[in-house]
């Protein structure tokens, strides 16, 4: 296995979950690793991404909630998540980015927050 996510669970409003993602060393250092949901019904979208050198992207919808980091010695990301909001209900993918063209993406973990 090439990405092996971990975290999902179901959690009330405002509370927190972390995701984690593991990597093969092969498609850890050196490479753009990050986060993707999938909402039921709708288009999926990027959640937040980290360089190489810890650089993070998130996107407008997630910013200030969550925080993506990576571990280099256990070849891993993480993403912490806070203040959960129904609409964060979806499942979550992590990816490393081979090339401009391609993505190797980890099975889903599903988050589902509801009261």
């Known amino acids: 296995v090439q990405l092996q996510a971990s975290g999902g669970g179901s959690v009330q409003p405002g509370g927190s979950l972390r995701l984690s993602c593991t990597a093969s060393?092969?498609?850890?250092?050196?490479?753009?690793l990050g986060w993707y949901c999938q909402r039921p019904g709708k288009k999926g979208e990027e959640v937040a991404d980290?360089?190489?050198?810890?650089?993070?992207n998130y996107a407008d919808f997630v910013k200030g909630r969550f925080a993506i980091s990576r571990d280099n010695a256990k070849n891993t990301i993480s993403l912490q998540m806070n203040s959960l909001q129904p609409e964060d209900t979806a499942v979550y993918y992590c990816y490393v980015v081979i090339n401009s063209d391609a993505r190797l993406w980890g099975q889903g973990t599903q988050v589902t927050v509801s009261s």
């Open positions: 060393e092969r498609f850890f250092r050196g490479y753009v």
């Open positions: 980290i360089t190489s050198d810890g650089n993070t």
